[in-house]
């Protein structure tokens, strides 16, 4: 069986209320009462509420910014060029590549062989078959935290018993993968303080969906070592466009995830617009599901639509998004 990419929302729904940005409110008051976050309501010294600022990376963007791989380092066993390689990725999977720049990605996450990294609700397993052997190799550690199994419904659980046999399949490519979980009523991720980094990865929406964002940055934040490195790549949203409270588009705001991150006792690191994507208007008939790799044609629940032309979309490629790096407090 094939796996790509990481799951689609399994948490949407298609009607919910908007909220206009605004400057001067209290975040929590904010989303309790159905508000987001306006532009002068971010971490301090973030300095405008632009795309880009002065701490951010600039890389090229990943409509056109194929990786070069250095061939020397590919051929290297162990190394993170050899695991993004590696004859044991699917097709559909490095085909995406181009638009999710694994390598930077993790080196920008300051990823090391021998760390400990806990990566929250991993999907299908797009970054999981780099990452495990990876960190197999180098001797370090790889955590899947899985769709907490008491909420789950059919289709998170049918999602984690695919997740799980698949890479409890072969131990020498993937090592022994450690399965924990996250959801609203979940426990630690992993004892305290011994992550070296967490990564959300494209899934900040479906917890806004299901009101789990902030335990989520909360238990991250407590799975770190002092020093760790919390990794975000998110389908990113236009400021000063209405922020959904849930999300249900997929974008979500800048502001808000640093927000979010400042909140939990994270400290900002750096910013790159590696995964940026000028071409994504973000205004698609199914919000980001619309786009590839998820390709959705109709309303969630309702069957594929055959006369949905999707070559518009195929065009744009994958999601605007940002990418973010913060840092536990030593």
């Given at each position: ?310 070559a518009l979309y195929e065009s744009i490629g994958e ?12």
């Amino acid at each position: 069986m094939t796996f790509s990419s990481e799951a689609p929302s399994l948490f949407r729904n298609g009607k919910t209320k908007r909220m206009t940005l605004l400057a001067g409110v209290d975040r929590r008051r904010m989303m309790n009462a159905g508000l987001g976050l306006g532009c002068a309501v971010m971490l301090g010294g973030l300095p405008g509420c632009g795309r880009k600022d002065p701490e951010s990376e600039i890389i090229p963007d990943g409509t056109e910014g194929e990786e070069v791989i250095d061939p020397k380092l590919a051929r290297q066993e162990g190394t993170i060029e050899w695991a993004v390689v590696g004859s044991w990725r699917s097709t559909t999977d490095k085909a995406r590549d181009k638009f999710r720049h694994p390598i930077a990605l993790l080196n920008f996450f300051e990823v090391r062989p021998k760390h400990t990294v806990v990566d929250m609700w991993p999907g299908f397993g797009y970054m999981s078959e780099i990452l495990a052997p990876y960190l197999t190799h180098g001797k370090g550690r790889y955590v899947a935290a899985l769709f907490e199994k008491a909420k789950a419904d059919q289709a998170q659980g049918a999602l984690n018993e695919k997740y799980r046999e698949r890479f409890s399949s072969n131990k020498k490519l993937y090592g022994a993968v450690d399965f924990t979980e996250f959801g609203p009523d979940s426990g630690a991720l992993v004892p305290a303080g011994t992550a070296d980094c967490v990564l959300m990865l494209l899934v900040i929406q479906d917890w806004m969906i299901r009101g789990s964002v902030e335990k989520a940055f909360e238990d991250a934040f407590a799975a770190l070592k002092p020093g760790g490195i919390l990794g975000v790549e998110q389908h990113r949203a236009d400021i000063g466009a209405a922020q959904e409270p849930a999300g249900a588009q997929g974008y979500v705001q800048e502001p808000f995830v640093r927000q979010l991150a400042a909140e939990a006792g994270f400290q900002f690191v750096k910013a790159s617009e590696i995964n940026a994507n000028p071409k994504d208007d973000k205004d698609h008939p199914f919000g980001v599901w619309t786009l590839p790799p998820y390709r959705q044609t109709a309303e969630r629940g309702q069957p594929p639509n055959p006369e949905f032309d999707g070559a518009l979309y195929e065009s744009i490629g994958e999601s605007d998004r940002m990418t973010l790096k913060f840092r536990k407090p030593q």
